[in-house]
Nanobody
């Protein structure tokens, strides 16, 4: 099991930028594929972005493609750079971790992830 703590969420203006971070502890970080998901009030948690263990493969939801960038370092952090923010990006953002032996595998479904952080609130005003 890995413990995840998200940070960086806050109130932002439409068109602005935010950088979310997720710090992992407890297990070997490089054994985990990572992902970002979000959940708006009254809606299900939805996929945002994913990155493989190696960091060489990434995948994005259509709604954020070209605006968001997921990255990871070799220590314990995965980041989500969010540019050109829109009011519809408002949600609680969650970081997920999935233990995998596949270095280039990423996961896009919530059911694929074993561990989650507590979430960080992002609010985008128009």
């Amino acid at each position: 099991q890995v413990q995840l703590v998200e940070s960086g969420g806050r109130l932002a203006q439409a068109g602005g930028s935010l950088r979310l971070s997720c710090t992992a502890s407890g297990r070997i970080f490089t054994m985990y594929a990572m992902g970002w998901f979000r959940q708006a009030p009254g809606l299900e948690r939805e996929f945002v972005a994913a990155i493989s263990r190696s960091g060489t493969r990434t995948y994005y939801a259509d709604s954020v493609q070209g605006r968001f960038t997921i990255s990871r370092d070799t220590q314990s952090t995965v980041n989500l750079q969010m540019n050109s923010l829109k009011p519809e990006d408002t949600a609680v953002y969650y970081c997920g971790a999935r233990l995998t032996y596949g270095a280039t595998t990423y996961f896009t479904n919530t059911a694929d992830y074993n561990d989650w952080g507590q979430g960080t609130q992002v609010t985008v005003s128009s």
